[in-house]
């Protein structure tokens, strides 16, 4: 996997012009009218900025392009209205839907020239206002000075975030390539979660319109009770008809997932192939970093959070006197972890990792509980702001459903297709109870567009205060950090035969070769680092404040840039060392792992480490920032530590691993 991910980095460096030619058509498409509606001009700007991130492009060279693409786009789209005017709404697609044209007119009406420069941020009308400007007869300087500044706004706003994404996937690369694939899944999680939110919200009309045809068809054709509920659900003069639209068309999809999904665990269908594979893809990314972070993000979905929410909601609505909604809230609540505990019961299926959990987890109650509350507070903040709070509220929920839904796979506290099933089912409750309130609260809400804030301050109250007592959202036994017991060897054991079991490379997501470890050395920490100090090395470089703006620094040594520490099968490297190389620019690193081994010396046993020499290269070919690389070429001919018997140490033995010559080290005497 990673040798394809490098191979594809260095076959974009190598052919820049293909990407900034994507760049410009992207952007540029993007800003033409109809076209644009089509085209993913944000994504690919965000890729653009990764691939920069990554030193594979020139931010500058991505900025012009991306801002003449842009320019060049509501150019053509305002050559179009100014041409043809009045004719336009008779052409394709606007005479089919002239609601497109129309709200790009209310939205210039109500913010005129400004228009220009905030529809470039607003995706439903990001190609029709420029054409709007033109058929109302805008004046051409004074319609480029806002499109310049549109364009000098938008591109940096969706390329400088995928720079910062590129440059932390390549920092977690320098690490490991695990984490590479956590950062990632991490990112996946936000950026699907918004496009899901957005395109939600931005279809949710569209289509509540035209279900609502077909189903007012139907209830016409049946005048039974069922049609007079359906008449009554599709009345258009009755407040809040799209969300009652919308609420039964989760309630009916997601139920069929749910069943879907049922019938797929009872029969052993391919969906359980599909958990086991998932379960052994996250096992093999696993790291003791990734655990930590995971652990903490899981807290958002805790028992202690879920019930500050809860308490949070039932004192909002009972302030606001809506005594049914807290009866409702607190319903949902309990009502569905019954149901699931039950459908637990009957299925009886087994965590993927039995260390975990010894409860059932199909449906997942954990994910089920997760939707309920961050799904009902959803809907009750989303009727009571506007539209682009209510699109930040169903993101965030949505994001933190998935987040806790991939934090409990990835500890193996249930199967993936558990945490569907039980989100499934989930949904089709909070939509239940969603309908449920709107048909007996039909009218809109007061607003209350603080509200937001005051529940974002309650997740992080309690997330905090859930981190200072030590209380982790991982499950039980969830963390792998307790260091295993070493197995104790004699000295002429590790010499003969113990040293050919220890690994020739540094490895990294099953098995890839890395740097060579050339030394196996007998030392407790302490004496270790005062006989490297002797031979002048240093302790490697810590993340701070000082050695992160290194990064960013037009001028600074290699010896200035933090030392990243390294996983050996997902091992961090316990000793990290430093010394400058030859030039400015280069520096040699020293890193160690434990062996799992001691030495028995006859009167106490002493770890035994092995440790990677490599030479590595400032490199500021992705500016902004300031990364070194390793010189893998000179790091293979240069594999050992100069030492000798004056500080110290003693070379036991030079032996041959897989061709790699690996020095044998201890205290001198013994």
Not at 108 to 135: C, D, N, Q, T, W
Not at 553 to 560: I, N, Y
Not at 561 to 575: H, I
């Amino acid at each position: 996997m990673e040798q394809a991910y490098v191979h594809l980095l260095h076959l974009l460096a190598g052919h820049p012009e293909w990407l900034l030619t994507v760049v410009f058509l992207a952007a540029f498409l993007e800003s033409v009218a109809v076209i644009g509606t089509f085209v993913p001009g944000s994504t690919a700007m965000f890729l653009a900025g990764a691939l920069t991130g990554t030193g594979s492009l020139s931010l500058g060279w991505v900025l012009a392009w991306a801002i003449a693409g842009a320019i060049a786009g509501d150019g053509l789209s305002f050559w179009i209205g100014s041409r043809y005017k009045s004719r336009i709404v008779k052409l394709w697609p606007f005479s089919r839907h002239p609601e497109v044209l129309e709200a790009g007119y209310r939205f210039f009406g109500k913010h005129g020239a400004k228009s220009v420069v905030l529809a470039r941020f607003a995706g439903p009308l990001r190609a029709i206002v420029p054409v709007v400007a033109g058929m109302l007869g805008m004046s051409p300087v004074r319609f480029y000075a806002m499109n310049v500044l549109s364009a000098l706004l938008w591109a940096p706003a969706h390329i400088l975030p995928g720079v910062v994404f590129g440059a932390s996937v390549l920092l977690a690369g320098a690490v490991s390539f695990r984490l590479v694939v956590i950062l990632a899944l991490l990112v996946a999680s936000i950026w699907l979660s918004y496009r899901a939110a957005a395109f939600l919200l931005s279809h949710a009309h569209a289509w509540s319109n035209a279900a609502g045809r077909h189903l007012g068809s139907w209830a016409c054709r049946h005048p039974g009770p069922v049609g007079r509920v359906a008449r009554r659900l599709l009345d258009p003069e009755a407040p809040d008809a799209t969300s009652i639209l919308a609420a039964s068309l989760i309630v009916l999809i997601c139920g069929a997932l749910f069943f879907g999904i049922l019938e797929d665990v009872i029969s052993g269908d391919p969906l359980t192939h599909v958990d086991q594979s998932v379960y052994r893809f996250m096992q093999s990314v696993r790291t003791p970093w990734g655990d930590s972070l995971l652990a903490g993000l899981a807290t958002l979905g805790s028992t202690g959070t879920l019930a500050a929410l809860i308490v949070a909601v039932a004192l909002w609505m009972a302030w606001e006197r809506r005594w049914r909604t807290v009866g409702y809230w607190l319903a949902a609540v309990l009502f569905s972890q019954l149901l699931i505990f039950a459908l637990q019961l009957a299925m009886q299926r087994a965590a993927p990792n039995a260390l975990m959990t010894d409860a059932y987890v199909f449906p997942s109650n954990h994910v089920a509980a997760t939707v309920i509350v961050y799904g009902f507070l959803a809907f009750l903040l989303a009727r009571r702001v506007g539209m682009l709070e209510g699109l930040l509220v169903v993101t965030a929920s949505t994001l933190v459903v998935i987040v806790v839904a991939l934090a409990g796979v990835y500890f193996g506290r249930y199967w993936v297709s558990d945490a569907i099933g039980g989100a499934a089912l989930a949904y089709v409750w909070v939509a239940i109870v969603a309908l449920t309130a709107i048909l007996r609260h039909p009218q809109p809400p007061p607003a209350r567009r603080w509200m937001p804030a005051v529940m974002l301050v309650t997740v992080l109250a309690s997330v905090g205060v859930q981190s200072g007592v030590g209380i982790s959202g991982a499950p039980a036994g969830g963390l792998t950090l307790v260091p295993l017991p070493l197995t104790h060897v004699t000295q002429q054991q590790w010499t003969d035969s113990v040293w050919k079991q220890l690994p020739c490379y540094r490895s990294d997501m099953g098995g890839d070769r890395k740097e060579p470890l050339t030394l196996q050395w007998v030392s407790d920490g302490d004496t270790l680092r005062r006989q490297l100090r002797e031979q002048g090395w240093i302790e490697g470089t810590t993340l701070s404040v000082h050695s992160l703006l290194s990064l960013a620094s037009p001028d600074v040594p290699a010896t200035a840039l933090p030392v990243l520490p390294k996983l050996n099968n997902g091992v961090p490297s316990s000793l990290v060392f430093m010394r400058p190389g030859d030039t400015r620019n280069r520096r040699d690193v020293l890193r160690f792992w434990p062996s799992g081994y001691a030495v028995d010396n006859g009167t106490s046993a002493v770890p035994l480490w092995i440790g990677s020499v490599a030479h590595e290269r400032l490199s500021r070919a992705s500016w902004p920032l300031n990364l070194v690389r390793v010189d893998r070429q000179l790091s293979r001919d240069e594999t050992g530590v100069k030492l000798n018997g004056k500080e110290g140490v003693a070379v036991l033995a030079t032996v041959s691993c897989r061709g790699v010559p690996v020095s044998l080290l201890a205290a001198a005497g013994e």
